[in-house]
T-cell receptor, first 114, second 110 residues
Framework: KAGVTQTPRYLIKTRGQQVTLSCSPISGHRSVSWYQQTPGQGLQFLFE???????NKGNFPGRFSGRQFSNSRSEMNVSTLELGDSALYLC?????????????FGEGSRLTVL | LAKTTQPISMDSYEGQEVNITCSHN???????ITWYQQFPSQGPRFIIQ???TKVTNEVASLFIPADRKSSTLSLPRVSLSDTAVYYC???????????FGAGTRLAVHP
């Protein structure tokens, strides 16, 4: 079974631009969550989607948004990029309701903001 | 979700057993203890999960005493490839907002 796929793996943007990251969950998984990892703040929860609905949201500004499609694929968008948005963005999937915290992570999208 | 506390770093040698202890004094009744492993520039990987007593899989064992205020991840006979960051988390059913701490950076030496 294929794992969680994230694209692109690496990207470079400049301040003020916007970026869209994509995540394809494991087949059959309906929950997708996003995390940001930086050396200073570690792994931080962004948001979680299930059946195209946002279930949970972390403490990030409104510039960070996401959505989930009917096939469970998800995208996250960061608008008006800032230098501090440079990070590894990780997507994780799980079957869905009733999960106990066993998530399957992708390899991440590394964003560099210049 | 309960806050967890674990050592910042540990060192070991190939072939030794490594035990990483995690404190979670305020763990809730419906929380599980879940451990993840992360290599540089990769996403975390689920290792093991338990609620109480002992759980063992092909990779590790997890010991949780009756009071559930702490837990110990045991890695038998570590190798260089076990060098990674290990995260201890308290997780709840149907709730995938994981709270990661700083983790324990394990270095395995030859």
């Amino acid at each position: 079974k294929a794992g969680v796929t994230q694209t692109p793996r690496y990207l470079i943007k400049t301040r003020g631009q916007q970026v869209t990251l994509s995540c394809s969950p494991i087949s059959g998984h309906r929950s997708v969550s996003w995390y940001q990892q930086t050396p200073g703040q570690g792994l931080q929860f962004l948001f979680e989607y299930f059946s195209e609905t946002q279930r949970n949201k972390g403490n990030f500004p409104g510039r960070f948004s996401g959505r989930q499609f009917s096939n469970s694929r998800s995208e996250m968008n960061v608008s008006t990029l800032e230098l501090g948005d440079s990070a590894l963005y990780l997507c994780a999937s799980s079957p869905g309701l009733g999960d106990t915290g066993e998530l399957f992570f992708g390899e991440g999208s590394r964003l560099t903001v210049l | 979700l309960a806050k967890t506390t674990q050592p910042i770093s540990m060192d070991s040698y190939e072939g030794q057993e490594v035990n990483i202890t995690c404190s979670h004094n305020n763990i809730a009744t419906n929380d599980y203890i879940t451990w993840y492993q992360q290599f540089p520039s990769q996403g975390p990987r689920f290792i093991i999960q338990g609620y109480k007593t002992k759980v063992t899989n092909e990779v590790a064992s997890l010991f949780i005493p009756a009071d559930r205020k702490s837990s110990t991840l045991s890695l038998p006979r570590v190798s260089l490839s076990d060098t990674a960051v290990y995260y201890c988390l308290a997780t709840s059913g149907g709730y995938n907002k994981l709270i990661f701490g700083a983790g324990t950076r394990l270095a395995v030496h030859p």
